[in-house]
């Protein structure tokens, strides 16, 4: 499993990221800007949002493989 933190510099010191590495591939990048975003979360089933300007269109821009059962959009 994929999953990326898009902008972890304002989340609270000394938070840990073990639990989403047991899960699989985890990247973090402290801050994303807007026009890095879709490269960023492209092929990554999990995607952390906390305070990046990313737009809803952007996020669920492709969820053809998604079923209806597993969207939170």
Same mark, same amino acid.
């Given at each position: 499993?994929?999953?990326? /933190?898009?902008?972890?510099?304002? @989340?609270?010191?000394? =938070?840990?990221? *073990? $639990?989403?590495?047991?899960?699989?591939? /985890?990247?973090?990048?402290?801050? @994303?800007?807007?026009? =890095?975003?879709? *490269? $960023?979360?492209?092929?990554?089933?999990?995607?952390?949002?906390?305070?990046?300007?990313?737009?809803?269109?952007?996020?669920?821009?492709?969820?053809?493989?998604?079923?209806?059962?597993?969207?939170?959009?």
């Amino acid at each position: 499993m994929n999953i990326v /933190f898009l902008d972890a510099y304002p @989340t609270a010191k000394g =938070l840990t990221y *073990e $639990r989403f590495e047991k899960l699989g591939s /985890f990247k973090v990048y402290q801050e @994303t800007p807007y026009n =890095l975003a879709a *490269e $960023r979360m492209a092929g990554c089933e999990i995607v952390i949002i906390n305070k990046n300007n990313t737009n809803t269109g952007l996020v669920v821009s492709d969820t053809t493989d998604m079923d209806s059962e597993n969207y939170r959009g």
